[in-house]
Nanobody, 121 residues
Framework: QVQLVESGGGLVQPGGSLRLSCAAS????????MGWYRQAPGKERELVAI???????NYADSVKGRFTISRDNAKNTVYLQMNSLKPEDTAVYYC???????????????WGRGTQVTVSS
């Protein structure tokens, strides 16, 4: 059974920093894409940043230059370093991964349960 477990959320003042982590566990053969989405109250879930196993990354325009995604493929872990946080970054942040359990097997998408990030003075 695959699990994605996020950690690192919390309350931070505007201009501050947080680092989120997400570890994937289970009998995983390979993870192609791993990344972060967020959902603020009353809004739809949106992409924040994703990273591929080959090192490519993609960011939402709203976080470019402030957030950095990185992966440790050996540990099936993805990180999100968030700097210069703004109140509008307040949301539940969800980890997401496209992975397969076997060589040549199907690729499936998984979500974590989310971690709350609150930016407020």
């Amino acid at each position: 059974q695959v699990q994605l477990v996020e950690s690192g959320g919390g309350l931070v003042q505007p201009g501050g920093s947080l680092r989120l982590s997400c570890a994937a566990s289970g009998n995983i053969f390979s993870i192609l894409v791993m990344g972060w989405y967020r959902q603020a109250p009353g809004k739809e879930r949106e992409l924040v940043a994703i990273g591929t196993s080959g090192g490519s990354t993609n960011y939402a325009d709203s976080v470019k230059g402030r957030f950095t995604i990185s992966r440790d493929n050996a540990k099936n872990t993805v990180y999100l370093q968030m700097n210069s946080l703004k109140p509008e970054d307040t949301a539940v942040y969800y980890c997401n991964a496209d992975l397969t359990l076997t060589y040549g097997g199907t690729w499936n998408n998984y979500w974590g349960r989310g971690t709350q990030v609150t930016v407020s003075s």
